[in-house]
């Protein structure tokens, strides 16, 4: 039984930051791609970001870039998702993900997912 489960979400004002943390339960990830989706009221899951497997390379949605930032410690089994300078807009369910391809940024490409973790930012 495979399971990705985040934590650390929650309530912040405008400029703020949060630290998501993903921690994947009954087997390591360290071998995949893992990524970053979120989801606001009445959108689609949208693209954050993603990780290889090495953590050498990383990749951004325009919207995030330069604010957010992704990151993972192996050792710990976990994936990190750094968010700073925090907007309304950015409101949402993140989702953790996990893949076995990197360069398809999409949601197809992404087996693995966890339940999702509320990000509320107020203006």
């Known amino acids: 039984q495979v399971q990705l489960v985040e934590s650390g979400g929650g309530l912040v004002q405008a400029g703020g930051s949060l630290r998501l943390s993903c921690a994947p339960s009954?087997?390591?990830?360290?071998?995949?791609?893992m990524g970053w989706f979120r989801q606001a009221p009445g959108k689609d899951r949208e693209f954050v970001a993603a990780?290889?497997?090495?953590?050498?390379?990383?990749y951004y949605a325009d919207s995030v870039k330069g604010r957010f930032s992704i990151s993972r410690d192996n050792a710990k089994n976990t994936v990190y998702l750094q968010m700073n300078s925090l907007k309304p807009e950015d409101t949402a369910v993140y989702y953790c993900?996990?893949?076995?391809?990197?360069?398809?940024?999409?949601?197809?490409?992404?087996?693995?997912w966890g339940q999702g973790t509320q990000v509320t930012v107020s203006s």
């Open positions: 993900a996990a893949s076995r391809v990197w360069g398809q940024f999409t949601l197809k490409s992404y087996y693995y």
């Open positions: 009954g087997a390591t990830f360290s071998g995949y791609v």
């Open positions: 990780i290889n497997w090495s953590g050498a390379l990383t």
